[in-house]
């Protein structure tokens, strides 16, 4: 019973991540917020008894696209507005 | 004594929500920084915890993963907070 | 029974201070001071219980000599240890970018720092 | 006008992909022959523990190429990206 | 209805990525939506695998009852290899376009048109 | 530009551990979760740790690009090497010859529940450890080359 | 019929030889008429000048007709097409992708309820 | 060499953690033993230039390894505890007075001064915020400025802490 | 060893060319010449590997190969109970007829490309995506599992978009890749939804199982519209097709020649979806007429966006839309009549032959437009048709093939476009005579903007700033000569090539339940 409520609380993370990341202007921010979105959704794989995705998806979506994704910010802009 | 590791998990999760009230409303980059850290923190506590509820042994890797791989991420949000990236 | 205690114990203390440690996150006014509750607390509850599974793991071991508990308290040292040492190094990082990119600690009574320059 | 469409575009998306919680039972697949194919033959057939791995290089080794193929291509691409541009290679806008 | 919950988030988590995709216009915010998209597909995709009450599919001491599909999860692991590949080229491609353009607004990225 | 140099000893230290045990994932693809692809990249983090906490200038020598492109076609042609052994046996490409073949990685494996023995598995590991090559040099030659773009930029 | 050559095409046959055949005969025919001209035809004379009115012939360089100067009349004729289609091609990333989504959109209802 | 050696080591030891309770050779199979010596032989190639990056091989005697498990479980835990109860105090009654001090730590080796900012980071109501690389100099943030410490315009590393003498334990290990 | 090569020939068509990728980055640091010569020997060794399986699947019917069985023949292991467990690719007419395609444009493109791009940096990387490409369109083309060809689709994407955004220094080429990449990986994930659909209805990846076991359900739908708008929308058919004049245009020419067979990949696909697996459980009618609706719009919005445009590429890449359209609407109206044997043997395989005729047609001539555009590109420097002239004195081959491309594209007999229009033309005319119709209007706008075309670049005196203009270098000549010599070929004997190639391919596509049984044994 109170593994299901992990796993609606975790949905439910997800998607306010998801949200967040659409909602917010500061590009660094929405980064993070992706970044929660991977750790999250890694977790509802370990949930869903899937320990290899959730070490892939750690280790690729949440450790190196969140640092890629910064260098990228920097090589840009931080701002949706544009001006660097 | 398995029954009293699923309900920490649980309020650990639910604290996740919390620190992501402080990503929401952090005024600089680097209070979001520290909320991103601190669901890292906790997410580690959860994965060793569900381990043990699903009678996992090899779960832990993960968490060793996490507990790792959350830090570069760290590091290069530091790196380019303070500007030297 | 003082296995059970005691894991009951490291759990309830682990959850206690994570909670602190999110109210103070909430609470506190600047960043530094929130990095005081978050590292420190959150560090030591998730490590806390991290320990509980320890616990479980050696009296299991004990009890049973079936070696994959042993495993189980091995990885979750581990664990807990890469956990408490990237946590000190990323939020000593947060920390020194902060300060480098020039949020100035609230309510600070002294800041050595400011006055040796960047 | 295009508010509109986007409106509508991402009312009728949400109807059909709704289709899917809607038709599929989660938890409950609806076959499951080759995936027991899978679990119950994977130890003697390629004498991993791991099923997932036995699958991803052994039953489907072949996607996994695939898959590396694809990471390979990326990083040619990446490199094709930041590569220093010859002195020669002028191309005019339009 | 509750147990499909999580098709319903892959539904909403679809929506939002491409959602991002069509409205926003920075390329970088684009891109999380993209990523967001693909994770939205590879957790459907995970769902499909799972079998209520099953472990995961790794042969160890644990006691052993049903597992969940493994298929899946190894198509899975395929597509986010494939989702890092593709983020490293597009960001890649964004970095050259802010070089050459000064911008990664994509309304101002339209000199290719008619 | 460096981190402080409480961050690139911490970097120093975590370096050895973090590849041990992206090996160690790797190594036991087929008894842990893990494989390829994850060791792979866990190892390509340590590698990324390094590269932050030092300044690019630094990590250009130690990590080199040549090496890791070489360490990425070697990966592949390793696992494709691996994928064609069958073709000598007279079996179909991607057979897995060294299973239960008593040679390397040949071991037969206990049906059920076990933890496990790590010779096993025939081609599998050989195919991890090509994966993993491949995967480390690839996500590591990633962040090289933009990060190589950021200093290109600071440079014009 | 059944020569490896033609193509049957249900309703009837093409024989390309057949029609290389014709063109050569035609051409034959074309020389042949080609052949019964005025013979006095000299280049480098004043006979290969156009005659413009009496004014001299400008420099060939100038009247070379560019690409934009053909099928004016054309495109005025469909201006009305011409103004909603070459604008729907407005190189902003988000409408193409709107513009994907929605045909998708449309084939979903097309299908689903015919 | 000895750097080579040292890694190897390090890592060899870290390796047979993982992989313990595999088989009866010790705790371990013959065959992760084997795939453990050589993935070490492969690691310390690799990176005994960023573990040994200074030629100061102190740390390499047993006897200091031996103090990391006696110093965490000692007088470490217990001024985490404190600490932590200390700034959980703070969380809830919120009387904070926060200044950010410089700290002189003595210490001379990046180990040395390592350990001894987490320790700091760790341990008591501080964050290690900065470090001066010349001279050792660490930047620290408090949550509670004394105003002994506040008139200091450096502040001794055995007087951040309440009980142990931090510094002198870590002396002891790393230099 | 013959038989050694037969037996393993579609294992070897995606590893030579794999091999040849994985060390060229390291040839190509040795000399260029080195490198040119390995990618040639290994360009060659595709080209004749595909020639060999494709002979022997023509002379001996669809051939099967199972990777990770003890053999390459064992699709469904004895203990399975009747389901294939293993990544199979199967091999029939059709993927044949693709798989020439794509080895001979691969060839002589790249011949061209060996001498037309050797000033360029980063070359060794340009040519291992090459390679990759063909990789990625051989394996699309002859795989047999569904997931698989997600994966190849994704090679071929990434690797297309890194040669799409190959010229750099202006900044246009990366813009028309981020638009390609974005739409492809979005419509590379819509088919890995309905990947995952068929997944869960019926448990397998495989498409001959996923198509003996379909029912057509409401999820079925589902995913057909989204396999059916995303392969859509990679081949270029309007109103997806927004990012084919960008990538067509901004790519060099070699590799706008390879995007081509690309796409043709893609429309591969998309028939193969429609065809085989879901066949006659589909309304037929419904769906034809969709494809035929895309077509027609695809035929018509080309062409007429086509003549007004003034970069040449960027023209050719609307002809190759319109050109699309043709094949959609041939295979189309063969869709929309499948169900009904009478009228199928009346016109709707010869309206199948014609689409398919057209596709090998259009790679052909298409890529040798490209080809010749290039040429023109590599000699004076500029696409824009407003600044050139007269080139027809000093580029005679080049303008002969032009000649040659161009009323091959109009439909002009001899050449073979005529042949497969014919078809078209003839069967859709008994399908619906209005389609007819509109099919022939475009063929004579083709013509009208081709004139144009011609005019513009190779007529009138010969213009002072390209008074040092010379003949395109021998080895790009002999790319185009290769493709122009095909295109004669076929145009001369096209009754010989449908009976060889194009018939079989046709019946193939037709043949549900042939396909089915070469993969699980008469099931």
């Given at each position: 019973m109170i593994e299901t409520l992990i796993h609606v609380l975790v949905i439910a993370g997800l998607i306010i991540s998801a949200l967040l990341v659409y909602w917010f202007r500061d590009l660094l921010a929405a980064t993070l917020a992706a970044g929660v979105f991977s750790f999250l959704i890694s977790l509802e794989f370990y949930i869903l008894q899937a320990p290899d995705v959730a070490i892939s998806q750690a280790a690729i979506g949440a450790g190196l696209t969140t640092a890629i994704f910064i260098i990228a910010i920097r090589s840009t802009s931080q701002y949706e507005g544009g001006g660097s | 004594m398995m029954d009293y590791f699923s309900p920490v998990a649980f309020i650990l999760v639910a604290l996740v929500f919390l620190a992501m009230v402080r990503l929401v409303r952090g005024p600089t980059p680097a209070d979001r920084a520290v909320a991103v850290d601190t669901v890292n923190t906790l997410m580690v506590a959860v994965l060793i915890l569900l381990g043990v509820v699903y009678r996992q042994?090899?779960?832990?890797d993960v968490a060793i993963v996490y507990a790792l791989l959350s830090f570069v991420s760290t590091l290069f949000i530091a790196k380019y907070i303070g500007g030297d990236l | 029974m003082i296995a059970e205690i005691l894991i009951v114990a490291c759990l309830a203390v682990g959850s206690f201070f994570n909670i602190l440690g999110i109210i103070g996150l909430l609470r506190f006014p600047d960043v530094y001071t929130r990095m005081h509750a978050t590292t420190k607390m959150t560090t030591f509850g998730s490590v806390f219980t991290a320990l509980a599974v320890i616990i479980y793991g050696v009296t299991a071991y004990l009890d049973s000599v079936n070696s994959q508990y042993a495993v189980l308290a091995i990885h979750t040292l581990i664990a807990a240890v890469a956990l408490a040492f990237t946590n000190a190094l990323g939020s000593h990082a947060i920390a020194r970018g902060a300060h480098r990119a020039g949020i100035k600690p609230v309510?600070?009574?002294?800041?050595r720092l400011e006055e040796v320059g960047p | 006008m295009k508010r509109a469409l986007v409106l509508v575009t991402f009312g009728i998306l949400t109807g059909a992909l709704l289709l899917i919680p809607g038709l599929l039972q989660f938890g409950i697949p609806a076959a499951s022959d080759m995936d027991d194919y899978f679990l119950e033959h994977c130890q003697e057939q390629t004498?991993?523990?791991?099923v997932v791995t036995s699958v991803v290089f052994d039953y489907r080794g072949f996607d996994t190429l695939g898959e590396s193929v694809v990471l390979f291509t990326a990083v040619i691409g990446t490199g094709l990206m930041f590569r220093n541009m010859l002195k020669e290679e002028e191309y005019e806008d339009e | 209805m509750f147990w499909n919950l999580p098709f319903i988030a892959v539904v909403a988590l679809s929506l939002i990525g491409l959602a991002t995709i069509v409205i926003k216009k920075n390329l970088i915010k684009i891109f999380l939506g993209i990523t967001i998209f693909e994770s939205a597909v590879n957790l459907f995709l995970i769902s499909l695998g799972y079998r209520a009450g099953g472990i995961a599919p790794i042969f160890t001491?644990?006691?052993?009852?049903d597992m969940v599909l493994a298929t899946p999860q190894a198509l899975t692991l395929t597509s986010i290899v494939i989702g890092v590949a593709t983020s490293a080229l597009l960001l890649s491609f964004a970095v050259i376009i802010w070089k050459k353009y000064?911008?990664?607004n994509t309304d101002e990225i339209r000199r290719l048109r008619e | 530009m460096r981190m402080s140099k409480l961050v690139r000893t911490g970097a120093d230290l975590l370096y050895p551990f973090a590849l041990i045990f992206g090996l160690y994932i790797v190594l036991h693809g087929h008894l842990t979760p893990g494989g390829g692809f994850q060791g792979g990249a866990v190892v390509a983090t340590g590698a990324a740790i390094v590269i932050v906490a030092w300044a690019y200038e630094d990590i250009a020598e130690m990590i080199r690009k040549v090496t890791m492109m070489a360490q990425e076609s070697a990966g592949l042609l390793l696992f494709i090497g691996a994928a064609i052994l069958a073709l000598g046996f007279g079996?179909?490409?991607?057979?897995?010859?060294?299973?239960?073949?008593?040679?390397?990685?040949?071991l037969p494996v206990a049906f059920g529940p076990n933890p496990g023995e790590?010779?096993?598995a025939g081609v599998i590991p050989i195919m991890n450890i090509a994966v993993g090559i491949e995967v480390w040099g690839g996500l590591t030659i990633i962040l090289l080359y933009l990060l190589s773009g950021l200093k290109k930029e600071e440079g014009t | 019929m059944t020569l490896v050559e033609s193509l049957s095409t249900g309703t009837g046959f093409w024989n390309p030889l057949a029609w290389l055949i014709a063109v050569l005969v035609a051409a034959v025919i074309v020389y042949l008429i080609r052949q019964r001209?005025?013979?006095g035809y000299k280049k480098?004379?004043?006979?290969?000048v156009p005659f413009i009115s009496g004014n001299p012939e400008p420099e060939k360089e100038m009247v070379h007709?560019?690409?934009?100067?053909?099928?004016w009349g054309y495109l005025d004729a469909l201006k009305g097409y011409y103004n909603f289609i070459v604008?729907?091609?407005?190189?902003?990333l988000n409408d193409y992708v709107l513009w994907y989504l929605g045909t998708t959109a449309a084939l979903f209802v097309v299908v689903v309820f015919i | 060499m000895i750097a080579f050696l040292v890694t190897f080591l390090l890592v060899f030891f870290i390796y047979l953690l993982l992989t313990?309770?595999?088989?009866s050779v010790g705790f371990w199979s013959a065959s992760e033993l084997i795939a453990g010596a050589g993935l070490g032989i492969v690691v310390a190639g690799i990176t005994r230039k960023f573990l040994c990056?200074?030629?100061?091989?102190?740390?390499?005697?047993?006897l200091r390894f031996l103090l990391i498990p006696v110093y965490i479980l000692g007088p470490f835990l217990i001024e985490v505890t404190v600490a932590n109860i200390d700034v959980a105090m703070r969380v809830i009654t919120g009387r904070i007075r926060p200044g950010i001090l410089r700290v002189s730590?003595?210490?001379?080796?990046d180990l040395g001064i390592f350990m001894l900012a987490n320790s700091i980071t760790l341990t008591?109501?501080?964050?290690?915020?900065?470090?001066?690389?010349?001279?050792?100099d660490l930047f620290v943030h408090k949550i509670n400025v004394t105003a002994d410490e506040e008139g200091k315009t450096v502040t001794p590393?055995?007087?951040?802490?309440?009980?142990?003498d931090i510094p002198a334990w870590i002396r002891r290990i790393a230099e | 060893m013959n038989g050694f090569l037969i037996t393993h020939a579609p294992a070897l068509l995606i590893m030579v060319p794999l091999i040849g990728a994985f060390v060229a980055p390291f040839v190509g640091r040795v000399s260029p010449k080195v490198r040119s010569a390995w990618i040639i020997l290994i360009m060659t060794l595709t080209t004749l590997v595909a020639l060999m399986l494709a002979s022997d699947v023509f002379l001996h019917g669809t051939r099967i190969y199972v990777f990770?069985?003890?053999?390459?023949?064992?699709?469904?292991?004895?203990?399975?109970?009747?389901?294939?467990i293993r990544i199979i690719f199967t091999i029939d007419a059709m993927s044949a007829l693709m798989q020439v395609i794509a080895a001979v444009c691969g060839f002589a493109v790249l011949l061209y490309s060996i001498s037309a791009?050797?000033?360029?940096?980063g070359l060794e990387s340009y040519y291992t995506l090459f390679l990759l490409m063909i990789t990625g369109i051989m394996g699309m083309v002859s795989t047999g599992d569904f997931f698989n060809f997600f994966v190849f689709l994704e090679i071929l994407s990434i690797a297309s978009a890194g040669l799409i955004a190959y010229?750099?220094?202006?900044g246009l080429a990366v813009e028309a890749a981020i638009k390609y990449f974005v739409l492809s990986t979005i419509g590379a994930m819509a088919v890995l939804i309905a990947i995952g659909i068929y997944y869960g209805e019926y448990?397998?990846?495989?498409i001959a199982m996923i198509a003996s076991r379909m029912q057509f359900t409401l999820l079925d739908q589902v995913a057909l519209v989204l396999i059916i708008a995303a392969l859509a929308m990679k081949c270029g058919a309007?109103?997806?097709?927004?990012w084919t004049p960008d990538a067509y245009s901004m790519a060099p020419s070699s590799v706008t020649a390879m995007l081509v067979v690309a796409s043709q990949a893609s429309l591969y696909g998309l028939f193969r979806v429609v065809f085989t697996i879901y066949n006659l459980t589909l309304n037929a009618m419904t769906v034809g007429w969709i494809i035929i609706i895309l077509g027609i719009l695809s035929m018509v919005v080309g062409v007429t966006m086509a003549i007004?445009?003034?970069n040449v590429k960027r023209l050719m890449a609307y002809h190759a839309i319109s050109q699309t359209g043709y094949m959609l609407l041939g295979v189309g109206v063969g869709l929309a009549v499948l169900g009904n044997q009478p009228l199928m043997e009346s016109f709707g395989y010869i309206a199948m032959e014609g689409g398919i005729f057209h596709i090998i047609n259009h790679a052909m001539y298409k890529g040798l437009l490209f080809l010749t555009a290039g040429a023109i590109f590599f000699r004076i420097?500029?696409?824009n048709l407003n600044r050139m002239g007269g080139l027809g004195h000093s580029m005679k081959y080049t303008m002969v093939f032009f000649i040659i491309g161009a009323l091959a594209i109009a439909g002009i007999?001899?050449?073979?476009g005529y042949a497969s229009k014919l078809m078209i033309y003839e069967s859709v005319f008994a399908f619906n005579p209005v389609l007819a119709v509109i099919a022939m209007v475009v063929s004579i706008l083709t013509l009208a903007s081709f004139v144009k075309v011609f005019h513009s670049i190779f007529m009138g005196p010969r213009l002072p700033e390209f008074d040092t203009v010379q003949e395109a270098p021998m080895p790009m000549l002999v790319g185009m000569g290769i493709l122009a010599a095909i295109v004669i070929l076929f145009g001369l004997f096209p009754q010989a090539v449908v009976d060889t190639l194009i018939a079989p391919a046709a019946h193939a596509l037709a043949d549900q339940s042939g396909y089915i049984a070469s993969v699980l044994g008469g099931a």
């Amino acid at each position: 019973m109170i593994e299901t409520l992990i796993h609606v609380l975790v949905i439910a993370g997800l998607i306010i991540s998801a949200l967040l990341v659409y909602w917010f202007r500061d590009l660094l921010a929405a980064t993070l917020a992706a970044g929660v979105f991977s750790f999250l959704i890694s977790l509802e794989f370990y949930i869903l008894q899937a320990p290899d995705v959730a070490i892939s998806q750690a280790a690729i979506g949440a450790g190196l696209t969140t640092a890629i994704f910064i260098i990228a910010i920097r090589s840009t802009s931080q701002y949706e507005g544009g001006g660097s | 004594m398995m029954d009293y590791f699923s309900p920490v998990a649980f309020i650990l999760v639910a604290l996740v929500f919390l620190a992501m009230v402080r990503l929401v409303r952090g005024p600089t980059p680097a209070d979001r920084a520290v909320a991103v850290d601190t669901v890292n923190t906790l997410m580690v506590a959860v994965l060793i915890l569900l381990g043990v509820v699903y009678r996992q042994i090899i779960f832990i890797d993960v968490a060793i993963v996490y507990a790792l791989l959350s830090f570069v991420s760290t590091l290069f949000i530091a790196k380019y907070i303070g500007g030297d990236l | 029974m003082i296995a059970e205690i005691l894991i009951v114990a490291c759990l309830a203390v682990g959850s206690f201070f994570n909670i602190l440690g999110i109210i103070g996150l909430l609470r506190f006014p600047d960043v530094y001071t929130r990095m005081h509750a978050t590292t420190k607390m959150t560090t030591f509850g998730s490590v806390f219980t991290a320990l509980a599974v320890i616990i479980y793991g050696v009296t299991a071991y004990l009890d049973s000599v079936n070696s994959q508990y042993a495993v189980l308290a091995i990885h979750t040292l581990i664990a807990a240890v890469a956990l408490a040492f990237t946590n000190a190094l990323g939020s000593h990082a947060i920390a020194r970018g902060a300060h480098r990119a020039g949020i100035k600690p609230v309510q600070a009574v002294v800041d050595r720092l400011e006055e040796v320059g960047p | 006008m295009k508010r509109a469409l986007v409106l509508v575009t991402f009312g009728i998306l949400t109807g059909a992909l709704l289709l899917i919680p809607g038709l599929l039972q989660f938890g409950i697949p609806a076959a499951s022959d080759m995936d027991d194919y899978f679990l119950e033959h994977c130890q003697e057939q390629t004498a991993a523990n791991n099923v997932v791995t036995s699958v991803v290089f052994d039953y489907r080794g072949f996607d996994t190429l695939g898959e590396s193929v694809v990471l390979f291509t990326a990083v040619i691409g990446t490199g094709l990206m930041f590569r220093n541009m010859l002195k020669e290679e002028e191309y005019e806008d339009e | 209805m509750f147990w499909n919950l999580p098709f319903i988030a892959v539904v909403a988590l679809s929506l939002i990525g491409l959602a991002t995709i069509v409205i926003k216009k920075n390329l970088i915010k684009i891109f999380l939506g993209i990523t967001i998209f693909e994770s939205a597909v590879n957790l459907f995709l995970i769902s499909l695998g799972y079998r209520a009450g099953g472990i995961a599919p790794i042969f160890t001491s644990a006691p052993s009852t049903d597992m969940v599909l493994a298929t899946p999860q190894a198509l899975t692991l395929t597509s986010i290899v494939i989702g890092v590949a593709t983020s490293a080229l597009l960001l890649s491609f964004a970095v050259i376009i802010w070089k050459k353009y000064g911008t990664i607004n994509t309304d101002e990225i339209r000199r290719l048109r008619e | 530009m460096r981190m402080s140099k409480l961050v690139r000893t911490g970097a120093d230290l975590l370096y050895p551990f973090a590849l041990i045990f992206g090996l160690y994932i790797v190594l036991h693809g087929h008894l842990t979760p893990g494989g390829g692809f994850q060791g792979g990249a866990v190892v390509a983090t340590g590698a990324a740790i390094v590269i932050v906490a030092w300044a690019y200038e630094d990590i250009a020598e130690m990590i080199r690009k040549v090496t890791m492109m070489a360490q990425e076609s070697a990966g592949l042609l390793l696992f494709i090497g691996a994928a064609i052994l069958a073709l000598g046996f007279g079996y179909a490409f991607f057979y897995n010859v060294l299973a239960n073949s008593g040679g390397l990685f040949g071991l037969p494996v206990a049906f059920g529940p076990n933890p496990g023995e790590l010779d096993t598995a025939g081609v599998i590991p050989i195919m991890n450890i090509a994966v993993g090559i491949e995967v480390w040099g690839g996500l590591t030659i990633i962040l090289l080359y933009l990060l190589s773009g950021l200093k290109k930029e600071e440079g014009t | 019929m059944t020569l490896v050559e033609s193509l049957s095409t249900g309703t009837g046959f093409w024989n390309p030889l057949a029609w290389l055949i014709a063109v050569l005969v035609a051409a034959v025919i074309v020389y042949l008429i080609r052949q019964r001209g005025e013979s006095g035809y000299k280049k480098g004379t004043t006979q290969t000048v156009p005659f413009i009115s009496g004014n001299p012939e400008p420099e060939k360089e100038m009247v070379h007709v560019r690409a934009s100067n053909l099928y004016w009349g054309y495109l005025d004729a469909l201006k009305g097409y011409y103004n909603f289609i070459v604008p729907a091609h407005t190189g902003v990333l988000n409408d193409y992708v709107l513009w994907y989504l929605g045909t998708t959109a449309a084939l979903f209802v097309v299908v689903v309820f015919i | 060499m000895i750097a080579f050696l040292v890694t190897f080591l390090l890592v060899f030891f870290i390796y047979l953690l993982l992989t313990a309770g595999s088989g009866s050779v010790g705790f371990w199979s013959a065959s992760e033993l084997i795939a453990g010596a050589g993935l070490g032989i492969v690691v310390a190639g690799i990176t005994r230039k960023f573990l040994c990056r200074s030629d100061n091989y102190r740390m390499t005697n047993p006897l200091r390894f031996l103090l990391i498990p006696v110093y965490i479980l000692g007088p470490f835990l217990i001024e985490v505890t404190v600490a932590n109860i200390d700034v959980a105090m703070r969380v809830i009654t919120g009387r904070i007075r926060p200044g950010i001090l410089r700290v002189s730590s003595g210490m001379k080796t990046d180990l040395g001064i390592f350990m001894l900012a987490n320790s700091i980071t760790l341990t008591p109501g501080t964050i290690t915020v900065d470090i001066d690389e010349e001279t050792n100099d660490l930047f620290v943030h408090k949550i509670n400025v004394t105003a002994d410490e506040e008139g200091k315009t450096v502040t001794p590393a055995r007087e951040l802490f309440s009980f142990a003498d931090i510094p002198a334990w870590i002396r002891r290990i790393a230099e | 060893m013959n038989g050694f090569l037969i037996t393993h020939a579609p294992a070897l068509l995606i590893m030579v060319p794999l091999i040849g990728a994985f060390v060229a980055p390291f040839v190509g640091r040795v000399s260029p010449k080195v490198r040119s010569a390995w990618i040639i020997l290994i360009m060659t060794l595709t080209t004749l590997v595909a020639l060999m399986l494709a002979s022997d699947v023509f002379l001996h019917g669809t051939r099967i190969y199972v990777f990770g069985a003890t053999s390459p023949g064992l699709t469904v292991p004895l203990d399975s109970g009747g389901i294939p467990i293993r990544i199979i690719f199967t091999i029939d007419a059709m993927s044949a007829l693709m798989q020439v395609i794509a080895a001979v444009c691969g060839f002589a493109v790249l011949l061209y490309s060996i001498s037309a791009d050797r000033i360029h940096s980063g070359l060794e990387s340009y040519y291992t995506l090459f390679l990759l490409m063909i990789t990625g369109i051989m394996g699309m083309v002859s795989t047999g599992d569904f997931f698989n060809f997600f994966v190849f689709l994704e090679i071929l994407s990434i690797a297309s978009a890194g040669l799409i955004a190959y010229r750099i220094d202006g900044g246009l080429a990366v813009e028309a890749a981020i638009k390609y990449f974005v739409l492809s990986t979005i419509g590379a994930m819509a088919v890995l939804i309905a990947i995952g659909i068929y997944y869960g209805e019926y448990n397998a990846l495989n498409i001959a199982m996923i198509a003996s076991r379909m029912q057509f359900t409401l999820l079925d739908q589902v995913a057909l519209v989204l396999i059916i708008a995303a392969l859509a929308m990679k081949c270029g058919a309007v109103p997806l097709h927004f990012w084919t004049p960008d990538a067509y245009s901004m790519a060099p020419s070699s590799v706008t020649a390879m995007l081509v067979v690309a796409s043709q990949a893609s429309l591969y696909g998309l028939f193969r979806v429609v065809f085989t697996i879901y066949n006659l459980t589909l309304n037929a009618m419904t769906v034809g007429w969709i494809i035929i609706i895309l077509g027609i719009l695809s035929m018509v919005v080309g062409v007429t966006m086509a003549i007004p445009q003034k970069n040449v590429k960027r023209l050719m890449a609307y002809h190759a839309i319109s050109q699309t359209g043709y094949m959609l609407l041939g295979v189309g109206v063969g869709l929309a009549v499948l169900g009904n044997q009478p009228l199928m043997e009346s016109f709707g395989y010869i309206a199948m032959e014609g689409g398919i005729f057209h596709i090998i047609n259009h790679a052909m001539y298409k890529g040798l437009l490209f080809l010749t555009a290039g040429a023109i590109f590599f000699r004076i420097g500029t696409y824009n048709l407003n600044r050139m002239g007269g080139l027809g004195h000093s580029m005679k081959y080049t303008m002969v093939f032009f000649i040659i491309g161009a009323l091959a594209i109009a439909g002009i007999p001899p050449f073979n476009g005529y042949a497969s229009k014919l078809m078209i033309y003839e069967s859709v005319f008994a399908f619906n005579p209005v389609l007819a119709v509109i099919a022939m209007v475009v063929s004579i706008l083709t013509l009208a903007s081709f004139v144009k075309v011609f005019h513009s670049i190779f007529m009138g005196p010969r213009l002072p700033e390209f008074d040092t203009v010379q003949e395109a270098p021998m080895p790009m000549l002999v790319g185009m000569g290769i493709l122009a010599a095909i295109v004669i070929l076929f145009g001369l004997f096209p009754q010989a090539v449908v009976d060889t190639l194009i018939a079989p391919a046709a019946h193939a596509l037709a043949d549900q339940s042939g396909y089915i049984a070469s993969v699980l044994g008469g099931a």
